[in-house]
C-alpha cells in the first residue's frame, strides 16, 4: 500500500531548464510535506519542506505547490543546473505522528 | 561537524549471522529512526525511537531489533539475517523529539549483502 507515489522513476532535463518533479499521495490525513535530495553515495539532505496550510513554497531556485484538493505536489526547479543531478524523494507525515512516509524516488538527470 | 554517523558502510555476510550496525548522532537530538532503500520502493522505516528506552516499529520491522541506552546512539541489530534483508540501510535523527517528523538528517548509508 504506497501512500507516497512518485510516478516517474526518471527525468531528464537540459541545463537552464525547468525541472518539474510529481508526487501524489493517498492519505488525506497527510499534512506536511518534505523534498529529500540522495547523491550517489551519500544519504539524503533535507532540501524543502511545505505545510498542509500553503500552497506554495519557494527557497531560492526551488519551489513547491500542493494541491490537497487532487493530493499532488510537485517539485520545481528554476532554471536547473547539473549540480541538482540526483534522485529526489517527496515524503508525507502527519504532524506529531513521529513518521515520514517516502516516495520511491526519481532520478534527474540534468543534460549540459 | 553536524553528522550521523554509521558502521560498517559496507559488509558481505552469510544467512543467519547475527550482526550490528551502529548509528550515532552528535547533534543532541531526541530522535531516531532506521530505513531501508530498495529499488522501486523508496525508503521504508524500521524502527524509530523517540528518546531514551522508548522504540517503536515502524512499517518493516521483522527480523530486526533495536535499542536506544544512549541519546546519541541507536544501533540496528539484525539476529538471523536473511537475504531478504539485502538493502542499503540509512540511520537519521531529528530534533523534533518526535511531536512532529522534522527535518531529518540521514547517515550516509550502510549497504548490507546477505548471502
Redesign the interface.
Known amino acids: 500500500d504506497q501512500q507516497?507515489k512518485?510516478n516517474s522513476?526518471s527525468l531528464s532535463v537540459q541545463e537552464g531548464r525547468i525541472s518539474i518533479l510529481n508526487c501524489d499521495y493517498t492519505n488525506s490525513m497527510f499534512d506536511?510535506f518534505?523534498w529529500?535530495k540522495k547523491y550517489p553515495?551519500?544519504?539524503?539532505?533535507?532540501l524543502i519542506?511545505i505545510s498542509s496550510i500553503k500552497d506554495k513554497n519557494e527557497d531560492g531556485r526551488f519551489t513547491v505547490f500542493l494541491n490537497k484538493s487532487a493530493k499532488h505536489l510537485s517539485l520545481h526547479i528554476v532554471p536547473s543546473q547539473p549540480g541538482d543531478s540526483a534522485v529526489y524523494?517527496c515524503?508525507a507525515?502527519i504532524?506529531?505522528?513521529?513518521?515520514?512516509?517516502?516516495?520511491?524516488?526519481t532520478r534527474l538527470t540534468i543534460n549540459p | 561537524e553536524a553528522q550521523v554517523t554509521q558502521n560498517p558502510r559496507y559488509l558481505i555476510t552469510v544467512t543467519g549471522k547475527k550482526l550490528t550496525v551502529t548509528c550515532s548522532q552528535n547533534m543532541n537530538h531526541e530522535y531516531m529512526s532506521w530505513y531501508r532503500q530498495d529499488p522501486g520502493l523508496g525508503l521504508r522505516q524500521i524502527y524509530y525511537s523517540m528518546n531514551v528506552e522508548v522504540t517503536d516499529k515502524g512499517d518493516v520491522p521483522e527480523g530486526y531489533k533495536v535499542s536506544r541506552k544512549e541519546k546519541r546512539n541507536f544501533p540496528l541489530i539484525l539476529e538471523s539475517p536473511s537475504p531478504n534483508q539485502t538493502s542499503l540501510y540509512f540511520c537519521a535523527s531529528s530534533l523534533s523529539g518526535g511531536r512532529d517528523p522534522g527535518e531529518l538528517f540521514f547517515g550516509e548509508g550502510s549497504r548490507l549483502t546477505v548471502l
Do not use: D, H
Open positions: 507516497v512518485q522513476p506536511y518534505l529529500y553515495a551519500e544519504g539524503p539532505t533535507f519542506s524523494f515524503a507525515a504532524q506529531g505522528a513521529q513518521k515520514l512516509v517516502f516516495g520511491q524516488g
